[in-house]
């Protein structure tokens, strides 16, 4: 099957899908029975294009009538060849325009293939010789569109984070949100050291260092993926062992946050897939009980087959929505943790389509379902109880204005700050008032959020 035939069906797939890009490229690699290179090829190219897609439509509109509507299908095609003119080095400039010319009359009638085959061609090579040296809109007088043509995001986005944080830092976030994230593991120390799993994975040929943020965490350098993403194997039967777990730096700061070795009691009341729960465990020692929560009978389905692996054994699981369930079962929990769904603006690097499939109303609609998570949760902790609250997010607010809303209206709760339970972070991951914020840019990490809060005595 032509790699770039797969990628191209991937990409009409999302256009009018919710799916998630692994999803519909996985399917894609067992439909078609795809291994080897291709599926690096192909798995460039979707999340490439996809990553890509505000400045390659931008440049393409300099070349296309405005008056001329093209369809899903040719818009995509044009997508893909301009994506590998100009981001791909190690396609020959021919062989990508060639290939997007057949890829685009492949399936025409005779009489169709010589105009659109021409009109392709014609966009591409213009692309060709003057792609790379289009003027965008000046970034000192016209900053939103500079940023969200040159660097490939919504206008609103852009606009909402010039006024939050100002150019240099818009600037600085989105550069490396479109950086491909490197693979962090996280060690599960019930079983081994960070130093024992490094030497490991260096007698399979992959390159791993320790975090320097989470102290749990190692992360195999860029290249490593290069056995996994070709099919050789090795890489993909490291991530089913035991002893470590695929999940990002900044998550691993928030099972620590909550402090769980001296807890006996723990409530993970978002808790699928269970990247959180498990390492709540681990840090437990599998003793005391951790009761993991999750709206979805399937998603906590997938937090059970997880826990087996690493041998999470103090786990039990129920199915409820956290934002209106009675949590009586909670009075008696040293802890809860609510790892809230959100926006997800802080996973860029790995989940590209996130910034076309958000709009401003979903975040804000999203910034209610944290707070009701937060309001129905509080009402059941005891006093001295412990409440972290973490987001993936980079927004305001879906992380403090949720928190200070909480906080006005249960003014029972404080802020515990962050740095007394994570003293080995660096200090810039700690805000001012206490919380952790992590950002791509400043700690080559996701963004992400949390804050501990304590319950105390009623008055």
């Known amino acids: 099957m032509n790699a770039r035939k797969v990628a191209l069906e991937c ?10 890009i692994a999803s519909v490229v996985d399917s894609a690699y067992e439909q078609y029975a ?3 290179r291709q599926r690096r090829f192909i798995n460039g190219l979707v999340y490439g294009v996809i990553r890509w897609q505000g400045q390659l439509d931008w440049v393409l509109d300099q070349f296309i009538n405005p008056r001329f509507q093209l369809d899903a299908r040719h818009r995509n095609i044009l997508r893909l ?3 590998q003119l100009l981001h791909l080095d190690g396609v020959p400039a021919h062989a990508a325009i060639f290939e997007t010319v057949q890829l685009a009359i492949s399936d025409l009638r005779q009489n169709k293939k010589r105009k659109t085959a021409g009109f392709i061609n014609a966009i591409l090579r213009s692309v060709q010789r003057e792609g790379a040296t289009l003027t965008y809109p000046p970034l000192d007088t016209n900053p939103t569109e500079h940023i969200a043509f040159s660097l490939s995001y919504p206008t609103w986005l852009v606009k909402r984070w010039l006024e939050t944080h100002g150019v240099s830092w818009t600037l600085a976030f989105c550069r490396a949100s479109n950086q491909i994230a490197p693979l962090a593991l996280r060690v599960n120390t019930l079983l081994t050291k960070r130093e024992a799993v490094c030497q490991s994975l260096e007698t399979s040929g992959i390159t791993a260092t320790l975090s320097k943020i989470a102290p749990d965490g190692v992360v195999l350098e860029n290249r490593a993926m290069t056995a996994f993403d070709t099919g050789e194997g090795t890489l993909k039967d490291v991530l089913n062992r035991e002893d470590i777990y695929v999940q990002d730096e900044s998550a691993m700061l928030v099972a620590r946050l909550l402090s769980p070795e001296n807890a006996e009691y723990i409530i993970d009341l978002c808790a699928a897939p269970g990247g959180k729960t498990t390492h709540l465990a681990h840090l437990m020692g599998n003793a005391g009980k951790i009761v993991a929560v999750d709206i979805s009978a399937e998603k906590i389905g997938l937090l059970e087959k997880n826990c087996r692996r690493v041998g999470a054994c103090n786990v ?5 929505d956290g934002t209106k369930a009675d949590l009586g079962f909670i009075k008696t929990a040293d802890a809860v943790l609510i790892d809230a769904p959100c926006s997800g603006f802080g996973t860029l690097r790995r989940h590209p389509d996130i910034r076309w499939n ?5 975040v804000h609609a999203l910034s209610k379902v944290q707070y009701n998570l937060l309001k129905n949760a509080a009402q059941y902790i005891k006093p001295g109880g412990v409440l972290v609250y973490s987001t993936c997010s980079i927004e305001p607010i879906e992380n403090e204005e949720v928190v200070q809303r909480f906080l006005t209206d249960f003014p029972v709760w404080m802020i515990e700050n962050a740095k007394d339970f994570l003293p080995d972070v660096p200090p810039s991951v700690i805000t001012p008032k206490g919380f952790v914020q992590t950002f791509p840019h400043e700690h ?3 963004g992400a959020f949390a804050a501990r809060l304590r319950r105390g005595a009623a008055k």
Request: overall charge neutral; cysteine-free.
């Open 81 to 83: 060849g301009a994506f």
């Open 316 to 320: 039990e699981t129920q199915v409820m």
């Open 34 to 36: 795809i291994n080897g």
């Open 358 to 362: 958000k709009t401003p109303k979903q």
């Open 444 to 446: 080559s990490v996701d």
């Open 11 to 20: 990409l009409l797939t999302l256009s009018h899908s919710s799916a998630s």
